[in-house]
């Protein structure tokens, strides 16, 4: 496996349900992210990890739960959903580096098309 | 607040040269990012711009004025393959991506 990886690529799932969605990057980065795609919206960004450690959390409903057992695997797992969560869920990954104000580009993964019924 | 405009759809002529627009108003600011995303697709980095002036990279170019709040994503020689959504963002001054809604670019023969 090359970049950044999603399982499953879609998911339908009832609002009672608890699921999880999987994010693994094979580019040795150590930050990773969690956004929300929703039609002919901006992309939303909902979780930062950087160094396993969660660095932004902008608002998202406690619904959604992240989980960063290490620098290469993400999580979100989802319990009690609303049908306005359907969306396209994306995985990204980046190097920063630590003390300074670098970036680099984010590399996406394909992303989960989820149907919350 | 902080705010990234782009044209919802454009539409163009397949071998003809495409400017999709980007203007922004943001906290600061510390670079403007533009990337491709194929319908169903990861979008795919294409160019970073942080000083004034025009980037070329083969047939895809960007050109930012940041005393505008301007930024442009030039196509030329298009092809169908190009035909995809391109989202700009902008790179905060707590180097945050805020990303524009995308501009989708349907290319017809």
């Known amino acids: 496996e090359t970049g950044v990886t999603q399982t499953p690529r879609h998911l339908v799932m009832g609002m009672t349900n608890k699921k999880s969605l999987k994010c693994e990057q094979h580019?040795?980065?150590?930050?990773m992210y969690w956004y929300k795609q929703s039609a002919k919206k901006p992309l939303e960004l909902m979780f930062v990890y950087n160094f396993k450690e969660q660095t932004e959390n902008n608002s998202v409903p406690s619904r959604f739960s992240p989980e960063c057992p290490n620098s290469s695997h993400l999580f979100l797992h989802l319990h009690t959903l609303q049908p306005e969560d359907s969306a396209l869920y994306l995985c990204a990954s980046s190097q920063t580096h630590p003390g300074t104000s670098g970036w680099s580009e984010q590399f996406f993964g394909p992303g989960t098309r989820l149907t919350v019924l | 607040g902080q705010n990234i405009d782009q044209p919802t759809e454009m539409t163009a002529t397949e071998g003809a040269i495409v400017q999709i627009n980007c203007t922004y108003q943001?906290?600061?600011?510390?670079?403007l990012f533009w990337y491709q995303q194929h319908a169903g697709e990861a979008p795919t980095f294409l160019s970073y711009?942080?000083l004034d002036g025009l980037e070329e990279k083969g047939r895809f170019s960007s050109f930012l004025s940041r005393s505008k709040g301007y930024s442009y994503l030039l196509l030329k020689e298009l092809q169908m393959k190009d035909s995809a959504s391109y989202l700009c963002?902008?790179?905060?001054?707590?180097?945050?991506?805020?990303w524009g809604a995308g501009t989708k670019l349907i290319i017809k023969p």
């Open positions: 943001t906290s600061g600011f510390n670079g």
């Open positions: 711009n942080v």
């Open positions: 580019l040795g980065h150590n930050a």
């Open positions: 963002a902008v790179l905060d001054s707590n180097y945050q991506l805020i």
